[in-house]
């Protein structure tokens, strides 16, 4: 990527970033016979864009799935700590780990969210308002 000039600055996945790095030498290679370099910027946007659409979408698999396991062991831990009459601790500690584990997760669906939202504006060509956003 340093090669072609473009350094990547922000905050991004660092999976995301390692799959980029190496897909671009490999889409060069790829159309390593196209000659004129608008075609040749316009093959790499379509093939990094592929390669982000599959990455994102094995990324949300993964997060519901997660999402999933963690409210089966909230589930399953809620019905050990109400079920015993004695305290257990580590059921407990269990429990408020697992709570903010799904807490982080549903945090960040609604970042994602917010973003998508944003970005719906801006392809409308619509001025948010302070509306918007209260």
């Known amino acids: 990527m340093e090669s072609l000039g473009i350094k990547i600055t ?3 996945d660092k999976n ?3 799959l ?3 897909s671009v030498p490999e889409i060069l290679d790829k159309y390593k016979d196209v ?3 608008q075609p040749l910027w316009e093959m790499i946007k379509i093939e990094i864009r592929s390669k982000t659409i599959a990455f994102s979408k094995r990324k949300r698999l993964e997060s519901t799935q997660r999402e999933v396991e963690l409210q089966n062991e909230i589930d399953e831990l809620d019905r050990i700590i ?3 009459e004695c305290l257990d601790v580590e059921a407990l500690n269990k429990y408020e780990k697992a709570k903010k584990e ?3 997760l549903y945090d960040l669906k609604g970042k ?3 973003f998508r939202s944003k970005a719906h504006w801006v392809q409308r060509g619509e ?3 302070k509306y918007f956003f209260t």
């Open 10 to 12: 922000c905050n991004l």
């Open 16 to 18: 995301y970033i390692q």
């Open 20 to 22: 980029i790095k190496q």
């Open 35 to 37: 000659k004129s370099k």
């Open 82 to 84: 109400c079920g015993d």
């Open 102 to 104: 799904l807490k982080e």
């Open 112 to 114: 994602e969210a917010l």
């Open 127 to 129: 001025k948010p308002t």
